[in-house]
């Protein structure tokens, strides 16, 4: 899934309707795990980013955007 970031904010509709299909095909193909809302981890309850787990270049993430990615993920990982 594409996560959306603060730099990218102007294409955010796009990157939503990509995870929209991605997440379409994923369930066609059983070797495919699409981890859905894993996005949603970097948005405040009001739809604006959590600034602080972001860089400061506004498109990757700071080291605490990358723990909670790495809490996400590590389960799925054999």
């Known amino acids: 899934a594409s996560r959306p970031s603060p730099k990218r904010a102007a294409i955010i509709e796009t990157e939503l309707a990509f995870n929209?299909?991605?997440n379409l095909e994923a369930q066609k193909d059983q070797r495919i795990n699409?981890?859905?809302e894993s996005a949603d981890q970097y948005f405040s309850t009001n739809g604006e980013f959590h600034l602080?787990?972001?860089a400061d270049d506004l498109l990757h993430m700071s080291d605490?955007?990358?723990q909670i990615w790495a809490e996400i993920l590590a389960?799925?990982?054999p």
């Open 34 to 36: 699409f981890v859905s």
């Open 75 to 77: 389960p799925l990982i």
């Open 20 to 22: 929209y299909l991605l």
């Open 64 to 66: 605490e955007g990358y």
């Open 52 to 54: 602080d787990l972001f």
